[in-house]
């Protein structure tokens, strides 16, 4: 196993055992403990959400249903489980059920999804073309309705909040196989918007 892989590995396997104690102090009546669950997954979730298509206030109430199920459902947190894989699911599922209430398509902000401005890659597994300023990103993130919702999902889950393609799948209740089917996908997709956006980009720099 590659020194990086044991690594990850155990900062995974310490993540779960931290969020498992968390759950036990919950179920014993400490409230202080289920603030810890929302300070450290709040904006992750929240991130999630926005890049999702949801707008802010949307995002911040899914985000806040999301906590609500994860107290409300605590109970049946089984040990040995993985709270942030468990948690994960949970925000899938709200998110999803925000998105199909709305029905309309929303355009959204880049804040918070490419950080740096001038000069950022856009680091999507493949992508590989430079982002040259923040108006590209813009419409990049413009252009994500080219994407089905669950290759939108995967992106944003395994992108954009690096998880790995097995809590990719834990959460979204598919398979490894599907995750990366779907990143793939969304992959080639936005590879063309992008090459599309940096040839309209040099067109009217040429005039």
Same mark, same amino acid.
């Given at each position: 196993?590659?020194?990086?892989? &044991?690594?990850? =590995?155990?900062?995974s ?5 931290e /969020?498992?104690? =968390? ?7 400490? =409230? ?6 929302i ?5 992750? #979730? =929240?991130? %999630? &959400?926005?890049?999702?298509g949801?707008?802010?206030? +949307?995002?911040? +109430? &899914?985000?806040?249903e ?10 049946g947190?089984?040990? /040995? ?8 699911? #949970? ?5 999803y059920?925000s998105?199909?209430?709305?029905r309309d398509?929303v ?6 999804v490419?950080?740096? /401005?001038?000069?950022? %890659?856009?680091?999507s /597994? ?21 994407l ?6 995967v992106?944003v889950?395994?992108? !954009? *909040?690096?998880l ?7 959460? %979204?209740? #598919? ?10 996908? &969304?992959r080639q997709?936005?590879?063309?918007? !992008? ?11 040429? *005039?």
């Amino acid at each position: 196993m590659a020194v990086s892989d &044991a690594t990850s =590995l155990e900062a995974s396997s310490r993540k779960s055992r931290e /969020g498992r104690e =968390l759950v036990e102090r919950v179920r014993s009546g400490d =409230l202080e403990a289920f603030e810890g669950i929302i300070r450290l997954h709040e904006r992750r #979730i =929240l991130g %999630m &959400a926005v890049q999702m298509g949801l707008s802010p206030a +949307d995002a911040q +109430d &899914a985000c806040q249903e999301v906590f609500l199920r994860v107290f409300r459902y605590l109970g049946g947190f089984r040990a /040995g489980q993985s709270l942030e894989a468990w948690l994960w699911r #949970i925000a899938v599922n709200v998110v999803y059920d925000s998105l199909r209430a709305r029905r309309d398509r929303v355009e959204v902000s880049w804040d918070g999804v490419f950080q740096g /401005g001038e000069g950022v %890659m856009a680091r999507s /597994g493949g992508l590989q073309v430079t982002v040259e300023n923040a108006d590209l990103c813009a419409k990049l993130l413009s252009r994500m309705g080219v994407l089905t919702p669950q290759e939108r999902m995967v992106f944003v889950l395994k992108e !954009l *909040q690096d998880l790995d393609t097995r809590e990719v799948a834990l959460a %979204m209740r #598919i398979s490894s196989i599907t995750v990366r089917r779907h990143g793939a996908s &969304a992959r080639q997709k936005l590879r063309e918007v !992008l090459k599309d956006l940096s040839r309209r980009k040099g067109e009217d720099s040429a *005039q």
